[in-house]
């Protein structure tokens, strides 16, 4: 295989310009998930799917999740901006169906759950390309030693996207039909699209090997069993842990991933190159990524239950009442990638991320009924500073763990270990909140009061709290209290791990030519002659 590659050294002006499409499409892949989870009633409702509804947002996790690995060694082997550009229309035709199932272009609405189930899928392959596209494109056009700063402004943009999400999806929801929660996708896609094609220019690859056809399918099979574990297990509409399908979905994993590995080894070009493992720096800092999602994501879920049940907020505004966390971890973002740029030093930032984070989790976890929303605010927002300071930062260690022709796997791996982490913290933290539930209802109201909880705790929905003796109404929001308290006192013990593995981290200088350099090496300026 033979790769071109040019400088990124003074290359800030293209950056620049290519920016706001890459932005773009980094929003695409956010606000996606917000704003469907907010319309979810109404087209639960329109589309009579009450039985299937879980599977909407099954089928796009599983797609992203399986498709991310594959994405990011496609880029590797073709060249960063043609596939970028098919994950964005694959991304876009997805979008387009979901908003069309179940209409009379589909012969009615007899199916059109499952219609919109097999679309999510696919908007879901295309959504798993979006963002390892954008941070692989990021790594082709800047060294890692200016790369922080550029990562730290799509830190920003994540945490917008996590804040106007649930208002765009809430607007939606009211104000138009729920088919837009999907067609808001196609113009602001469209426009990333066009901007990128016209704008966007980056190393030529050229490669005489064939895709590892093999390797892609036994992963795809590892993963999928993977997601299907965190989403079924212990769920209400799911098995429970010890079944036979989890179990065998288990099974299923174990053998496949045996399967993968000597595949890999024989493989010309591996889908996922095995010795990026060898470097102590990548294996750490993608098991420092799983931790950060498993508690991170596992845990946040709850945080809008809490603002909305127990301190009564609207579903709105709950999502406004994340913006304490959102703001505080943009603007650490924004300071340690200039931090990075300006002194290179990079190692102690996870440490201290790690450190404020699972204190951030343990304020958490002392909330009780009475808290007000003001306190949960200051909570919350130590809680974005540890994220700040660990986000970006996880990313561009992997990056510069690895050679520049890897560095689409590399950004593939942070991304799908993040994400793992997250699926399997939420299935625990699910688990582990109806456990406790039912326990805490019974301490308070007796057992027959348990039901309240619902089969595997369920939404809970205000007119039915509304509606029930002030004594008991009380006693289930302390119960339901001390119950998010508790997922978040689990959160700290996978949290505090965090700085114990980023102390291990060596610091390897980053790189500060152009980028094709070995990880450590300040490469030489090269002719920018090989660009598309």
Same mark, same amino acid.
């Given at each position: 295989?033979? #790769?071109?590659?040019?400088?990124?050294?003074?290359?800030?002006?293209?950056?620049?310009?290519?920016?706001?499409?890459?932005?773009?499409?980094?929003?695409?892949?956010?606000?996606?998930?917000?704003?469907?989870?907010?319309?979810?009633?109404?087209?639960?409702?329109?589309?009579?799917?009450?039985?299937?509804?879980?599977?909407? #947002?099954?089928?796009?996790?599983?797609?992203?999740?399986?498709?991310?690995?594959?994405?990011?060694?496609?880029?590797?082997?073709?060249?960063?901006?043609?596939?970028?550009?098919?994950?964005?229309?694959?991304?876009?035709?997805?979008?387009?169906?979901?908003?069309?199932?179940?209409?009379?272009?589909?012969?009615?609405?007899?199916?059109?759950?499952?219609?919109?189930?097999?679309?999510?899928?696919?908007?879901?392959?295309?959504?798993?390309?979006?963002?390892?596209?954008?941070?692989?494109?990021?790594?082709?056009?800047?060294?890692?030693?200016?790369?922080?700063?550029?990562?730290? $402004?799509?830190?920003?943009?994540?945490?917008?996207?996590?804040?106007?999400?649930?208002?765009?999806?809430?607007?939606?929801?009211?104000?138009?039909?729920?088919?837009?929660?999907?067609?808001?996708?196609?113009?602001?896609?469209?426009?990333?699209?066009?901007?990128?094609?016209?704008?966007?220019?980056?190393?030529?690859?050229? #490669?005489?090997?064939?895709?590892?056809?093999?390797?892609?399918?036994?992963?795809?099979?590892?993963?999928?069993?993977?997601?299907?574990?965190?989403?079924?297990?212990?769920?209400?509409?799911?098995?429970?842990?010890?079944?036979?399908?989890?179990?065998?979905?288990?099974?299923?994993?174990?053998?496949?991933?045996?399967?993968? %590995?000597?595949?890999?080894?024989?493989?010309?070009?591996?889908?996922?190159?095995?010795?990026?493992?060898?470097?102590?720096?990548? #294996?750490?800092?993608?098991?420092?990524?799983?931790?950060?999602?498993?508690?991170?994501?596992?845990?946040?879920?709850?945080?809008?239950?809490?603002?909305?049940?127990?301190?009564?907020?609207?579903?709105?505004?709950?999502?406004?009442?994340?913006?304490?966390?959102?703001?505080?971890?943009?603007?650490?973002?924004?300071?340690?990638?200039?931090?990075?740029?300006?002194?290179?030093?990079?190692?102690?930032?996870?440490? $201290?991320?790690?450190?404020?984070?699972?204190?951030?989790?343990?304020?958490?976890?002392?909330?009780?009924?009475?808290?007000?929303?003001?306190?949960?605010?200051?909570?919350?927002?130590?809680?974005?500073?540890?994220?700040?300071?660990?986000?970006?930062?996880?990313?561009? %260690?992997?990056?510069?763990?690895?050679?520049?022709?890897?560095?689409?796997?590399?950004?593939?791996?942070?991304?799908?270990?993040?994400?793992?982490?997250?699926?399997?913290?939420?299935?625990?933290?699910? !688990?582990?909140?109806?456990?406790?539930?039912?326990?805490?209802?019974?301490?308070?109201?007796?057992?027959?009061?348990?039901?309240?909880?619902?089969?595997?705790?369920?939404?809970?929905?205000?007119?039915?709290?509304?509606?029930?003796?002030?004594? $008991?109404?009380?006693?289930?929001?302390?119960?339901?209290?001390?119950?998010?308290?508790?997922?978040?006192?689990?959160?700290?013990?996978?949290?505090?791990?965090?700085? $114990?593995?980023? !102390?291990?981290?060596?610091?390897?200088?980053?790189?500060?030519?152009?980028?094709?350099?070995?990880?450590?090496?300040?490469?030489?300026?090269?002719?920018?002659?090989?660009?598309?």
């Amino acid at each position: 295989m033979t #790769t071109e590659t040019a400088a990124a050294p003074g290359r800030s002006r293209e950056v620049m310009i290519v920016l706001p499409g890459l932005m773009l499409a980094m929003m695409l892949a956010m606000l996606d998930n917000m704003i469907v989870g907010t319309a979810m009633p109404r087209i639960v409702g329109e589309l009579n799917g009450l039985d299937y509804f879980t599977w909407v #947002t099954t089928a796009y996790v599983l797609g992203t999740t399986v498709s991310t690995p594959i994405w990011g060694k496609l880029g590797d082997l073709y060249g960063r901006k043609n596939i970028f550009l098919s994950s964005i229309i694959i991304f876009l035709v997805g979008s387009a169906l979901c908003g069309m199932a179940g209409s009379s272009l589909f012969g009615g609405t007899g199916d059109g759950m499952i219609e919109l189930i097999a679309f999510r899928a696919l908007q879901g392959l295309g959504a798993g390309g979006l963002i390892v596209g954008v941070m692989s494109i990021i790594g082709d056009l800047v060294p890692p030693r200016e790369r922080g700063q550029y990562q730290g $402004i799509m830190a920003a943009i994540m945490s917008l996207a996590m804040i106007a999400g649930p208002l765009v999806g809430g607007f939606i929801t009211d104000n138009l039909n729920w088919r837009w929660a999907f067609y808001v996708n196609l113009p602001l896609g469209g426009v990333a699209l066009l901007w990128l094609v016209l704008k966007l220019h980056l190393p030529k690859h050229r #490669t005489e090997h064939r895709i590892d056809w093999a390797g892609a399918a036994v992963l795809t099979v590892a993963i999928t069993a993977i997601v299907l574990i965190t989403s079924w297990g212990g769920q209400e509409h799911g098995y429970p842990w010890g079944s036979w399908q989890i179990l065998g979905l288990a099974a299923l994993a174990v053998v496949a991933l045996a399967v993968f %590995i000597p595949i890999e080894r024989k493989a010309a070009e591996p889908i996922l190159p095995l010795h990026v493992f060898a470097n102590r720096n990548f #294996t750490l800092i993608n098991l420092l990524g799983f931790l950060l999602g498993f508690a991170m994501f596992g845990a946040i879920t709850f945080l809008p239950m809490f603002q909305q049940i127990v301190q009564g907020s609207t579903a709105t505004n709950s999502g406004l009442l994340l913006l304490p966390m959102m703001a505080s971890s943009m603007v650490v973002s924004l300071f340690v990638g200039r931090a990075i740029t300006k002194t290179g030093k990079y190692k102690s930032f996870p440490v $201290i991320g790690g450190v404020i984070m699972a204190i951030g989790m343990w304020l958490l976890s002392t909330q009780d009924v009475h808290t007000p929303a003001w306190r949960t605010g200051v909570y919350i927002a130590v809680l974005g500073l540890g994220m700040g300071f660990l986000m970006q930062t996880t990313m561009l %260690i992997a990056q510069n763990s690895v050679e520049q022709k890897d560095i689409g796997v590399a950004s593939s791996a942070s991304t799908f270990f993040r994400s793992i982490g997250g699926s399997f913290g939420i299935s625990l933290f699910g !688990a582990i909140f109806n456990s406790r539930l039912v326990d805490e209802i019974s301490a308070k109201l007796g057992p027959q009061a348990a039901a309240l909880a619902g089969s595997g705790g369920g939404p809970i929905d205000h007119k039915v709290l509304d509606a029930l003796p002030p004594t $008991i109404k009380s006693g289930f929001l302390e119960a339901l209290a001390n119950t998010i308290g508790t997922v978040f006192l689990w959160s700290v013990v996978f949290a505090a791990v965090v700085p $114990i593995i980023a !102390a291990f981290i060596k610091h390897v200088p980053l790189r500060s030519g152009a980028p094709g350099a070995a990880p450590g090496e300040k490469a030489e300026p090269m002719a920018a002659a090989a660009f598309e």
